[in-house]
């Protein structure tokens, strides 16, 4: 069924799709950390649709957050109501800064909205973005986004964007990797009129690349001594996923500017940039939208973040993200013979597959997303060579769904 279903949407769809040809399942239903196929076949969600379901799927308190606001109402732009300032007031407390919050529709509508206010505060022009960076590839942010997969669109760029290296330190050129990349950040920054600098802190389709710890300490000074603005992007790094609830904590900076999608909405569309509040000079109609602040993701985002300190999650991450980065270790040092990475934070874990010369092995990558998912397990890559499979379960998936897909891993590594 599942194979038919996929028929008929190729016939009808763009030929543009990404993730079918991955996956050749029709969903019928999910729930929780798994998925169930037209063909009643069961799988354990390690996806969770590009870690956006932090919190399961059908998670009853998002259901009844849901259901709530769509007894009273799920459209009226701008308008104030209830859920709005609620919503507000639950979100600015999870930042370390005063901040004013702008919403937005999509992670791509988040970051062009950064980058405008980046400029028109600092009447500069330029960006500073790095290489194997993902930030969205709508026209407006197609520059910013830094991927090889992304060249072939550089005709129609914008063009006002400087990219450096990202510390990658599995695979970096320099001896010190950390500072060499801090010295051209500086000199790009330094050299050009930089309204912001643009990173992702833990990069995600790039490979669940973790930097060396003073990188975002680095950016911020940088950013500081040239009046330029540090914008993070916690689009995919946010709301939990790295076992904080936003990745730059991690460092102990304080940002300027911050992009938030994904995991807030649960798959409901909404998005926001929170900004400093002496950033809030923005003129009437700044980046409207019709969309933007839409009461059913404004519940959803208020019920995530309660649910997130109800239950403890923060802290569930850091403890089975530990355990599963550690298994991770473990099953490819016994199974895996080419030269291997396994990195990450919390729930955001990259392992990274290469031969004893550190070529790439993207088949062998594709071979064991079609190993894993045959077995039972949905789970996908990233990195610029496609050679990572990353790790990105909901924040809430049960310790024997992990064990279960675990052995699975090694199963499908085996074979
Ligand atoms: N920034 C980051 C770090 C992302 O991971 C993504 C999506 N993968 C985006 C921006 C773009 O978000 P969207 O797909 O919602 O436009």
Redesign the pocket.
Known sequence: KSREILKIQEEMETSALNYPKYFNIAIKEARGSTIIDVDDNVYIDWFAG?AVINLGHRNPEIVNALKDQIEKFWHYMEIPSEIRVDFLKEIRETFNFDSKILFTT????A?EASVKIARWNTGKRFILSFDNA???I?AGTLGFTTLPSAKKFQPYYDNNVISVPYPYEYRCPFKDCLNEVLSLVEYEVKTHEIAGILV?PVQ??GGYIVPPKGFLKGLREIADKYNSLLIV?E???GVGRTGKMWAYELEGIVPDIV?V??GIGEGIPI?LVAYRKDLDKLPQAFHLGTYRGNPLGLAVGKATIDYIKKYDILNRVVSLGEYAKRKFSEIMEDNYRGSFDVRGLGFMIGIEFSDEKKNPMSEFVTKMIRNMLKEGVIMYKAGIYNNVLRFMAPLTIPRELLSRGLEIFEKALKE
């Open positions: 590009v999509t992670g791509a509508d970051v993902y930030h969205g709508t992702e995600g389709e992007d689009i995919q790094s992009t999608a994904k998005s």
